[in-house]
């Protein structure tokens, strides 16, 4: 019997033996998966994090590329304004020079009645409006009356108005074509000023 009692024994402890290395080789195994799982998921991450930063990096250039197109595009138009009229208040054309009607010592010159203080803002505003209306004006075959526009009516200061006179006469005599000044003529203007046809 004790023969047979340490077989018994034998067996049991060979049994347990196979089990605990089961065990301990399955929760290696198991541990061994969680490692592996966490550092996907860790490697994930850090891509996730490379490609953010990249993103960033990307929103970061395209805003400040951006913000350099805006300033040159505000630098080009003031040098373009600075190019079209001069500090003299003269066209670069030069219709309206010195002495010309708008010019120093004319009506809206410093010894008129719309010194070149605080009114030029307004006039070389009025000036680039009435340019643009007036070609637009002449292009589309209209009549030359600078007083249909609602800028020209809604004016803020007489000094605008003025200078959208201006340009409104300038824009229309430049861009009516057919070689005759587009249909621009000063009996026309007198006749709007004066109330005759």
Do not use: C
């Amino acid at each position: 019997m004790k023969n047979l009692s340490t077989k018994i024994g034998g067996a049991i402890l060979t049994l347990a033996f196979i089990l605990g290395i089961s065990a301990a080789a399955g929760t290696t195994a198991q541990a061994q998966d969680r490692r592996e799982r966490r550092r996907d998921r860790d490697d994930r991450w850090s891509n996730n994090q490379n490609q953010n930063s990249d993103w960033r990096n990307n929103s970061d250039r395209q805003r400040r590329a951006e913000a350099i197109r805006r300033e040159e595009a505000i630098r080009r138009e003031q040098a373009l304004r600075a190019r079209v009229y001069n500090n003299n208040g003269r066209y670069d054309n030069g219709n309206y020079g010195t002495y010309g009607t708008y010019g120093n010592n004319g009506r809206y010159g410093n010894y008129g009645g719309y010194g070149n203080g605080g009114n030029q803002a307004a006039i070389n505003q009025g000036y680039q409006y009435g340019l643009n209306t007036g070609a637009s004006d002449a292009q589309r075959g209209q009549s030359f009356s600078p007083q249909r526009s609602h800028y020209w009516r809604e004016a803020s200061s007489q000094a605008f108005r003025s200078g959208f006179e201006q340009g409104y006469a300038q824009g229309y005599q430049q861009y009516g074509g057919n070689g005759n000044n587009g249909g621009y003529n000063r009996g026309s203007i007198l006749g709007s000023i004066f109330g005759r046809p």
